[in-house]
């Protein structure tokens, strides 16, 4: 749950998880470990290379516009001294900056992964995600200065 974030999701990799483990119980080493740490390593790989799933990765970038329409109306109802956000013009302007920055966008700022996380789910080193949120950010500003 700490790294999917999604409770049907989660259940399903931990069922996948359990049928993966009940198959390979045969090379679980005593002497390696404790018979916790091998099922948790079992479940936590499983759940990673979901999140490094290319049908995952679609799944992010297709956000649901809804839910930030949602994040949005929260934002203008509960801060009163920041001006109201058109999410029309939201949407138009984030998705004229590229994919390799707005996806990184995306994972931190929507769906609250750490930068840490997110460079360990896209197989990138954490300065590469570092400097691709900055730019993000900074073209987004860029835009809305228009």
Not at 78 to 87: A, M, R
Not at 101 to 120: H, K, L, N, P
């Amino acid at each position: 749950m700490k790294l999917v974030r999604r409770t049907d999701i989660t259940e399903d990799l931990l069922q996948d998880a359990i049928v993966k483990i009940w198959k390979h119980i045969d090379s679980f080493d005593p002497a390696k470990g404790t018979l916790f740490t091998w099922m948790l390593n079992i479940a936590r790989n499983h759940a990673i290379d979901y999140l490094r799933s290319s049908g995952y990765k679609n799944q992010l970038q297709n956000v649901n516009m809804d839910l930030l329409s949602g994040q949005m109306d929260y934002i203008s109802a509960t801060t009163s001294n920041i001006p109201e956000v058109d999410v029309k013009d939201f949407k138009t302007q984030a998705l004229q900056i590229e994919s390799k920055y707005s996806e990184i966008i995306d994972m931190i700022f929507f769906y609250g992964f750490t930068q840490q996380q997110t460079a360990t789910m896209l197989n990138l080193p954490l300065g590469t995600i570092k400097t691709r949120a900055r730019k993000g950010l900074r073209m987004l500003k860029t835009l809305y200065k228009k």
